[in-house]
C-alpha cells in the first residue's frame, strides 16, 4: 500500500509516515506484540506508542521480529505526562529506550502539559524544565526529533519562549467535528509544528454517525476510512488503532479523495462525538 509509505517532512528535515499504527490501550503482551506485528507486515512503518501505554516492551519485540531494517521504521514514544523535571526526562527516556530494545526513537514527545491525574493544572515551569531535557536527547541524536501532545497553545508559547528548539509535532485529539480546539492547529501549522491526530475515529464513537455515513456511501467507503482520509487532507498525520486484522488493512485503504464540498461539509460537523459514551469499535 503506497499510501503507507507517503511521508510529510518535519521541521528537522526527517521524513515521517503520513499514516501511524496507534498502540493505546492495547495491553503488553501477545495483543500488542501481534497486532504491531501485522501491521508492520501490512506495510505500515510508523507505529505509536508511549511509555504510559505499558506496551513499549511488545511494540519494541515485533518490530526487531519484523526483520525490516530499524531505519525503515519510524518510531515515536512519549514521555510520562506526570513527569516535569529535567534528570527524570532523562531517567524516562532511558527506561523507554531499555523496555523498547532500540538505540533510538524517531520521535519523542512530551505525552501531555499536565498530569493525567490534574488535568488543565500549570505546570508551565516543569513542562520549560523537561524541554531542556528534551534538547538534551535531541542533540544526542538518540531522538531523531521532539515535540508534545495535547499541548494548547499557550504551553506551546511557553516552550518557544524558553526552549531554543521548536517542537517537531503536536500530536492531539483530532477527528471529524473535533479539529480546531483553541485555534491549536492553526498556530502550529504557523509554526511548522506538524499536527498528528490521535483517534481519528474517536476511539470509535464516530463510526454510527449517520453524517458521516452518508459521505462514506457516496465513496463506497467505510466511515472508518472516510474518517481517515478527512484527517490526512487537513494535512495531518494520522494515527488509527485497532486490533482486528480486517480493520488495520481497512485503516491503510485510503488512498482516495473526498472533494472539496464533501470536505467543507465535514468541517461543519461541530460536536459530533460524545466522548464519554463506550468505544463501539475495538
Same mark, same amino acid.
Given at each position: 500500500m503506497g499510501i503507507l509509505t507517503d511521508t510529510y517532512t518535519l521541521n528537522t528535515g526527517a521524513k515521517i509516515p503520513r499514516i501511524g499504527f496507534g498502540t493505546w490501550q492495547i495491553p503488553n503482551g501477545n495483543e500488542a506484540y501481534t497486532s504491531t506485528a501485522f501491521a508492520l507486515k501490512s506495510g505500515y512503518r510508523h507505529i505509536d506508542t508511549a511509555r504510559v501505554y505499558g506496551n513499549e516492551e511488545s511494540v519494541g519485540k515485533a518490530i526487531a521480529d519484523s526483520g525490516? !531494517?530499524?531505519?525503515?521504521i519510524f518510531l515515536t514514544t512519549k514521555l510520562p505526562a506526570d513527569i516535569k523535571t529535567y534528570e527524570g526526562v532523562l531517567d524516562a527516556f532511558e527506561t523507554?529506550?531499555?523496555?523498547?530494545?532500540?538505540?533510538?526513537?524517531?520521535?519523542?514527545?512530551i505525552h501531555a502539559p499536565w498530569p493525567w491525574t490534574d488535568r488543565g493544572g500549570n505546570y508551565t515551569e516543569g513542562n520549560i524544565a523537561a524541554w531542556k531535557a528534551m534538547e538534551e536527547i535531541y542533540k544526542s541524536g538518540r531522538a531523531k526529533a521532539i515535540g508534545v501532545s495535547n499541548f494548547s497553545v499557550s504551553d506551546i508559547q511557553a516552550i518557544l519562549d524558553n526552549g531554543t528548539i521548536v517542537p517537531a509535532a503536536n500530536q492531539i485529539k483530532f477527528f471529524i467535528g473535533n479539529t480546531e480546539k483553541?485555534?491549536?492547529?492553526?498556530?502550529?501549522? !504557523?509554526?511548522?509544528?506538524?499536527i498528528e491526530a490521535y483517534s481519528p475515529l474517536a476511539t470509535g464513537r464516530i463510526l454510527d454517525k449517520p453524517q458521516v455515513q452518508k459521505i462514506a456511501d457516496k465513496y463506497d467507503k467505510t466511515v472508518a476510512q472516510i474518517s481517515i482520509r478527512y484527517t490526512l487532507q487537513r494535512g495531518t498525520v494520522t494515527l488509527p488503532k485497532s486490533t482486528h486484522e480486517e480493520y488495520i488493512l481497512q485503516n491503510a485503504n485510503v488512498d482516495f479523495e473526498i472533494d472539496a464540498e464533501d470536505m467543507a461539509y465535514l468541517d461543519s460537523l461541530k460536536d459530533l462525538v460524545d466522548l464519554t459514551q463506550p468505544n463501539i469499535r475495538k
Open positions: 525490516i !531494517a530499524r531505519e525503515d523507554s529506550l531499555a523496555t523498547l530494545g532500540v538505540n533510538y526513537v524517531d520521535l519523542y514527545l483553541d485555534n491549536v492547529t492553526e498556530f502550529c501549522q !504557523a509554526h511548522n509544528i506538524l
